[in-house]
Nanobody, 121 residues
């Protein structure tokens, strides 16, 4: 099994910053993708930013130039630096990792428990 531990959410004023962290642990052979999604009430879960094994990070258009995803491969950890936060960024943010648990295993998606981000004055 694979566990994802998230931290860093909270309440922040518009224009403020937060940094989310997500650490993967457990039976990990290889992480093929890892990133952040979010879901606001009444909305579908959407991609915020993610790394894959190939190419640069992918960002939602709504967060480009404000959010930055980074990673520490040695720690199986990704970070999301969120600057210039807006009320519409308020949501539960979920960490996702696409993991092979053994060399022969298929990719499987794992999700964190979610962390609330609220942007309000």
């Amino acid at each position: 099994q694979v566990q994802l531990e998230e931290s860093g959410g909270g309440l922040v004023q518009p224009g403020g910053s937060l940094r989310l962290s997500c650490a993967a642990s457990g039976s990990i052979f290889r992480i093929n993708a890892m990133g952040w999604y979010r879901q606001a009430p009444g909305n579908q879960r959407e991609l915020v930013a993610a790394f894959t094994s190939y190419g640069p990070a992918t960002y939602a258009d709504s967060v480009k130039d404000r959010f930055t995803i980074s990673r520490d491969n040695a720690k199986n950890t990704v970070y999301l630096q969120m600057n210039g936060l807006k009320p519409e960024d308020s949501a539960v943010y979920y960490c996702n990792a696409r993991v092979m648990t053994t060399i022969r295993a298929a990719n499987r998606d794992y999700w964190g428990q979610g962390t609330q981000v609220t942007v309000s004055s």
